[in-house]
């Protein structure tokens, strides 16, 4: 499908939508070429999510969506259409991914670094110089990006712009994060998929007490919560991998008490397994209304855009 075939379907899907429902098309501002400015992006940003916000919409923040999956961009923007998705911060393996997504949909992308893992930190400094607002997620265990945090860390402290991490909740990995926090509590982490266990094994304690606790011995400490939804009903007993739902489907008591009582820490973020725009579209749909409708309505807001918009401007939101 052609690029200006996709953006008309796109435009269709959120028609549809749209029509099953109180809100109404958000008046977008019009494509043009990406401001070279921070202030002047910061700007094109707010008026993306003041349109949406005005035509009836909780708008959300994607935070740290990767490019990998999404060879072409336009796909992505066709998904947060659907979804109800104001902006998405995004990385990728090269930075020329990054720029060129950018490029098209300068109202609706926000550039990242690099993943950690594909640039030295020269390359990570000079691209957050030249106006990315946030450094990309490092994916996976690797020895060389576990070496490399402490760097990092020293960079988003540096610089004070986010580092997106997308972590097991393992007890090593933990641990090495919190020695290093501490060491340099000014610099701004990101644990995307809170919620999620992929190995139960690996961290039998984990769920929304240690979130608590992290989150009151770091104050520069946030987390995306996970897309991943209720676990299906099983006959045979076994290991919880997402924790955000009681057995009936629901946001438990628990975790609804976590997120209003800590609502400064928590962000919107996709699941990396996305890569459709129905699939994205999908699990966001499916986050606002198991997650988000369940709050009380300031967190709402929080969770959804606010603390997003904070984290990557270093401003408040202003209503």
């Given at each position: 499908?052609?690029?200006?075939?996709?953006?008309?379907?796109?435009?269709?899907?959120?028609?549809?939508?749209?029509?099953?429902?109180?809100?109404?098309?958000?008046?977008?501002?019009?494509?043009?070429?990406?401001?070279?400015?921070?202030?002047?992006?910061?700007?094109?940003?707010?008026?993306?999510?003041?349109?949406?916000?005005?035509?009836?919409?909780?708008?959300?923040?994607?935070?740290?969506?990767?490019?990998?999956?999404?060879?072409?961009?336009?796909?992505?923007?066709?998904?947060?259409?659907?979804?109800?998705?104001?902006?998405?911060?995004?990385?990728?393996?090269?930075?020329a991914?990054?720029?060129?997504?950018?490029r098209?949909?300068?109202?609706r992308?926000?550039?990242?670094?690099?993943?950690?893992?594909?640039?030295?930190?020269?390359?990570?400094?000079?691209?957050?110089?030249?106006?990315?607002?946030?450094?990309?997620?490092?994916?996976?265990?690797?020895?060389?990006?576990?070496?490399?945090?402490e760097?990092?860390?020293?960079?988003?402290e540096?610089?004070?712009?986010?580092?997106?991490?997308r972590?097991?909740?393992?007890?090593?990995?933990?641990?090495?994060?919190?020695?290093?926090?501490?060491?340099?509590?000014?610099?701004?982490?990101?644990?995307?998929?809170?919620?999620?266990?992929?190995?139960?094994?690996?961290?039998?304690?984990?769920?929304?007490?240690?979130?608590?606790?992290?989150?009151?011995?770091?104050?520069?400490?946030?987390?995306?919560?996970?897309?991943?939804?209720p676990?299906e009903?099983?006959?045979?007993?076994?290991?919880?991998?997402?924790?955000?739902?009681?057995?009936?489907?629901?946001?438990?008591?628990?975790?609804r008490?976590?997120?209003?009582?800590?609502?400064?820490?928590?962000?919107?973020?996709?699941?990396?397994?996305?890569?459709?725009?129905?699939?994205?579209?999908?699990?966001?749909?499916?986050?606002?209304?198991?997650?988000?409708?369940?709050?009380?309505?300031?967190?709402?807001?929080?969770?959804?855009?606010?603390?997003?918009?904070?984290?990557?401007?270093?401003?408040?939101?202003?209503e």
């Amino acid at each position: 499908m052609r690029p200006r075939s996709r953006s008309l379907a796109a435009a269709l899907a959120l028609a549809l939508l749209l029509g099953a429902g109180c809100a109404r098309r958000p008046d977008l501002p019009a494509a043009g070429a990406l401001p070279p400015g921070r202030a002047e992006r910061v700007a094109l940003y707010e008026r993306t999510l003041r349109a949406f916000l005005e035509a009836g919409w909780l708008p959300l923040i994607d935070v740290g969506v990767s490019l990998a999956r999404w060879p072409d961009p336009s796909r992505l923007v066709e998904g947060m259409d659907r979804a109800g998705v104001a902006l998405a911060a995004v990385t990728a393996p090269a930075e020329a991914a990054i720029l060129e997504a950018a490029r098209r949909h300068p109202a609706r992308l926000i550039p990242l670094t690099s993943a950690p893992g594909e640039g030295s930190p020269a390359s990570l400094r000079r691209q957050i110089e030249a106006g990315a607002f946030g450094i990309g997620v490092p994916f996976g265990p690797a020895k060389e990006e576990r070496e490399a945090l402490e760097a990092l860390l020293r960079l988003a402290e540096e610089r004070r712009v986010p580092l997106v991490l997308r972590m097991e909740p393992e007890d090593g990995a933990l641990g090495r994060l919190e020695r290093q926090m501490r060491s340099l509590p000014g610099a701004p982490v990101v644990w995307a998929e809170a919620g999620l266990t992929p190995r139960p094994e690996g961290h039998p304690g984990y769920g929304h007490a240690l979130l608590r606790a992290l989150s009151l011995r770091h104050p520069n400490l946030f987390f995306t919560l996970t897309q991943a939804p209720p676990a299906e009903p099983s006959p045979a007993p076994r290991a919880r991998r997402v924790h955000l739902y009681d057995p009936g489907g629901g946001l438990s008591h628990e975790w609804r008490a976590l997120l209003d009582a800590r609502n400064r820490h928590f962000l919107a973020g996709s699941s990396p397994e996305a890569d459709t725009p129905a699939f994205y579209a999908g699990r966001m749909e499916g986050f606002r209304k198991r997650v988000l409708d369940a709050l009380s309505p300031a967190s709402r807001h929080r969770l959804a855009y606010q603390n997003a918009w904070r984290l990557l401007t270093g401003e408040e939101w202003r209503e």
